[in-house]
Structures are given as structure tokens and as C-alpha cells.
């Protein structure tokens, strides 16, 4: 998470004015904080899919799921505005919004799940889960992907391998490769189910060896920081059966599959054709105001909620659920689910007529408005962490801006905001064209 951040010992040509505001930064908000960019962006505007700097200089968003429903949507903005004008305060008083906001929300997942408890971000949905599903089970261990990001408490930071080797990962959490079909095929599998099971199951049996049992298997059904691996074939259905049989759950954590980014369906588990027995969502619930969610089949959540009271002062605020309930409305009225699916195949589409005329670019993955775009070396055809980074910085200059993720941080994260346009989809296309021309004659000079 650290692999394209700003370097004030790499800052040749950044402007004084920058440098100033990176120093002030640092020095009011300590050392932990990262910046995008070898030039760091001053952002003071967003309208839809698009942002601007402080000079007025327009920037297409292909990044950022926070604002999903674009940004500033004045549907959003609207229902903020007025609830904040009304009543803000926690859920220990009644409020009919925040039991309104629960049936509807309830009523995107399957019927088995029943009830939702509210907070304010990823993490802390994350962590609440993890804690369910250890009381539930009566075990402590943990399945994760290798390059997993779940969020940044003491506990979920044990369940990130994305935040690097600073971090450790937990003694009672086991890692399993993200289920790649070239993984699969190089150890001899032409089936990535069977394959990834297979290694789900043998997490498993270490966890229960090593005393800590199974509690649950935790993903995203998109391997977001694996490096986007979708499937609507289902290959975690199998995986899910190895850790029930053993004992444990499944978490199903949708902070960036969820809210119809992948064009199928609202959930992205749902292209697996599996239930999971618990739902974590967050960023985009409140378009940029913190809200977040656990979804769970109440028999696991009562493990629990039955015997430990749970509070969280801002979590179901009325005013993160003003904003929550105008996003589920705008989704559902605007089509965004319709327009993911729509412009993210045909997104994908063109990236693959792109790439197949550029030996800088390879594999394209994706579903709806969740794209994985490989960067490769042109020599060896093999993934290229320095040339993904050359590629996102010269999409910065040319003001398109995205991030990179994978194993190898070789992988293009496309991730707009769910109103992204076909027009803003030819304007990363011809960005991408560019870019990857000129990194491709920059290397050939260097070389």
C-alpha cells in the first residue's frame, strides 16, 4: 500500500508551493500519512467523476470508491444537509431512519442474513466481524489471501498483508495464494476451485494443528489487493465448504466488491452462488461520509450480540444515514448497477484491443466497474512493478488518476466512481494509450 507514494528525496520538478504543503503535512501529521504521486495532487473539488486542483486543472477519478455514487451527488449532499440541520446523535435514543436504513439495505442480501449493526468504517466492520465469528466458532484462527487489506485496527492490521512486512501478520492467521488460474496451472490444476480449496483446506488443517482452530475464512470476492480476481463461475464456493466443514465461517468482505461495482449483482459474493454467514461493507455506503456495516444471519451474530453489549458512538449516526439511505436510493434510481455492468464490459473490452496492440500492457480482469489491468515488461512478458508506477505517474501528467495493486504491484486498479461515463472511458483509453506509449519510449531510451 505503500508502493506509489511520494518521496521528498524523489521530488525533482515538484513545485515549491508542493514541497511547502508536503513539509507542513509532515510535520503537523507526522511521518505515517502517505501521498499519492511523485507530484502530489492538490485537490479542492469533485463533481461526478471528475476533480480539481487548486489551479483549476480538471482530473478524471479512476480510483476512488469512497464517493461511488460520484462526487458531491447532490442527492447526497441534500439528505446531509438537511439531517444535519435536524438531529445528530447516537443509537442509544430511537430513530425510525436508522431502522428504515436496516430493512432496506437487509433486503439487497439473501434472506438468511437478518440483521445489521452500524459503524463508521471498513476496519471497524471488519474487526467487529472477526470477533462474531471467534465467538460463534469457539476458535481463533483466521484464512486470509496473500496479499489481503482488511483494514488498520490492531486486529485487522494482523489480517493485511498489503500494509507490507512492518506489519506482522497474526501467529493465528494463514495465508493462501489468490486464486489465479496461472498459479493453479504452474503447479499442475486446470481447475482454480478445486486448486484454491485445496489450499484453503490446508490453511485450515495448519490452523487447527497450531491449536487455534478455524474461525473463518475472510475475503473479498474480488481479491481487490491480490491483484482483481473475479470469477462468476464461483470458485469460492469450494473453498467456503472446506472451512465449514471444519468448523468455521465465511466472511465476506465487500468494503470493495459490494454496492454493485461489479455490475452482476449489489453483492460481489454473489457471482460465487455462496451465503456467507457474515458482510462487511463500508466505503461506499456513504458516498465520503463514515458509515459502515456488518450484515449477519442472526444465529451467528447472537454468539455474540446475545451475551457482550456492543456500542459505537458515531456508528448509525442519522446523519451517516441520511447519506447511507441516499446512496442505496440513487444506486437504485440512476441504474448504477445497470451503468457498471454497461461501461465496465465495454471498458474492459477496449483495454483488451488496447493491450493487444501495446506489448507494455497484458492481462485484463474485471467485472462491471472493477478492472485489473497487468503492466508487463515487453521483453520477458512478465508483470513489472517499475513500469506499472512509470504508467501511473504518466496518467497523473496527462491528469487520469489510479493506483496500482497485486503480489508484485504490477496491476493497474481501476476503480471509478460508479457514474463513470462512456465519455470519461475514452478519455482513460486515449490517456492510457499515451501513457503507455510514452513510458514504452522512455524505456527504449533508457535501454
Known sequence: MDTNSFRPEDAE??????????????????????????????????????LFDVDGERYLDVYNNVASVGHCHPRVVAAVQEQVATLNTHTRYLHEAVLDYAEDLLSTAP?????????????????????????HTGARGVIISAEA???????VSQLSPALGTAQPIGTWVRTVPAPDARLAAAEGSDDVAVWFAS????????????GHGVAALLADSIFSSDGVY????????????????RGGVFIADEV???????????????????????????????????????????????????????????????????????????IRDEDLQGNALRVGTALQDDLRTL?????????????????????????????????????????????????????????????????????????????????????????RAAG
Open 230 to 245: 473475479p470469477d462468476p463461475a464461483g470458485f469460492l464456493a469450494p473453498a467456503v465448504d472446506a472451512v465449514r466443514a
Open 355 to 443: 493491450a493487444a496492440r501495446t506489448d507494455l500492457l497484458g492481462e485484463v480482469r474485471g467485472s462491471g466497474l472493477y478492472i485489473g489491468l497487468e503492466v508487463v515488461d515487453p521483453e520477458t512478458g512478465a508483470g513489472s512493478k517499475a513500469l506499472a508506477l512509470d504508467v501511473v505517474e504518466a496518467l497523473r501528467q496527462r491528469r487520469v488518476l489510479t493506483s496500482v495493486c497485486g503480489a508484485g504491484g504490477d496491476v493497474l486498479k481501476l476503480r471509478p466512481p460508479l457514474v463513470f461515463s462512456r465519455a470519461d472511458a475514452a478519455w482513460l483509453l486515449e490517456a492510457l494509450d499515451d501513457a503507455a506509449r510514452a513510458v514504452g519510449l522512455t524505456r
Open 111 to 135: 434472506d438468511e442474513i437478518g440483521q445489521l449493526m452500524l459503524l463508521c468504517t471498513g476496519s471497524e466492520a471488519n474487526d467487529l466481524a472477526v470477533r462474531v465469528a471467534q465467538a
Open 13 to 50: 520538478g515538484v513545485s515549491e508551493r508542493t514541497l511547502a504543503l508536503t513539509r507542513r503535512r509532515s510535520q503537523l501529521l507526522g511521518p505515517a500519512y502517505r501521498l499519492f504521486y511523485r507530484d502530489p495532487v492538490h485537490l479542492v473539488r469533485g463533481i461526478g467523476s471528475h
Open 256 to 330: 470493495q466488491p459490494g454496492f454493485a461495482r461489479t455490475g452482476r449483482a449489489f453483492w460481489g459474493f454473489a457471482g460465487h452462488g455462496v451465503v456467507p454467514e457474515l458482510i462487511t461493507t463500508g466505503k461506499p455506503m456513504g458516498n465520503g461520509i463514515p458509515v459502515s456495516g456488518l450484515l449477519a444471519r442472526p444465529e451467528v451474530l447472537a454468539s455474540f450480540a446475545g451475551h457482550l453489549p456492543y456500542f459505537n458512538t458515531f456508528g448509525g449516526n442519522p446523519v451517516s444515514v441520511a447519506a447511507a439511505q441516499a446512496v442505496l436510493d440513487v
Open 199 to 210: 489450499k484453503v483446506a490446508a490453511a485450515a488443517d495448519d490452523l487447527a494443528a497450531a
Open 149 to 155: 487489506y482488511h483494514g488498520n485496527t490492531d486486529t
